[in-house]
């Protein structure tokens, strides 16, 4: 499947939905890509899975934002893959640390640059430990197993959706009880 086949069949996808993310993060090692980083030199030539390219055309041009949110010892080749694959002007932020930072912090400064709130967001990565930590932000985030792919698409834009149909609606309850509240003591003021 080609990146142009998988770009329509993600629009498809993307087509579905009424509620989406007004930003998609995505971490890199085997999630938007099929390495780590540390264990590939510069010179090599890098690729990204192979539904990646079209999802990211797509989510582009639904006008979609995106980010990257990556921990790497070799953030430097991280960054020149990212040259080299000619992806670097789909992304609004660029959070990519040689240290061991939490992916919380990625998410911090990505909210701090961007201003999008965290429960407008969409997250793939492929550990555990950061769809835990970046979840409890109010992030929506999805593990992907075998990089980004139209399922792990499908599978995080309804999650995403259900997130933020079941925030509206709790929105929408507190703020009747809120009148119902104000209603009440205005009654007993007369």
């Not at 499947?1 to 993307?14: P, T």
């Not at 429960?119 to 793939?124: D, Y």
């Not at 835990?132 to 499908?154: C, E, F, H, P, Y």
Request: some cysteine; hydrophobic content about 35%; proline content about 4%.
């Amino acid at each position: 499947m080609g990146d142009e086949e998988v770009k329509n069949d993600a629009l498809q996808i993307i087509g579905m939905f009424q509620l989406l993310p007004r930003l998609v993060v995505f971490d890199l090692d085997y999630t938007l890509w099929p390495f780590y980083c540390d264990c590939v030199s510069k010179r090599e030539m890098p690729s990204l899975f192979p539904q990646a390219k079209g999802i990211l055309y797509a989510l582009k041009e639904k006008g979609i934002d995106m980010a990257i949110a990556s921990r790497s010892p070799t953030s430097d080749i991280a960054k020149t893959f990212i040259d080299q694959l000619n992806i670097k002007p789909m992304f609004v932020a660029q959070e990519i640390y040689a240290s061991r930072t939490n992916k919380t912090d990625h998410f911090q400064r990505i909210h701090t640059r961007t201003g999008i709130p965290f429960n407008s967001m969409l997250f793939f990565d492929d550990e555990d430990r950061n769809i835990q930590s970046v979840s409890k932000m109010g992030v929506t985030s999805i593990l992907v197993d075998n990089g980004v792919n139209l399922g792990a698409l499908r599978q995080g834009l309804t999650e995403f959706s259900q997130n933020a149909s079941r925030s509206e609606k709790n929105k929408q309850s507190w703020q009747k009880y809120s009148q119902n509240s104000n209603s009440s003591g205005k009654k007993d003021e007369d």
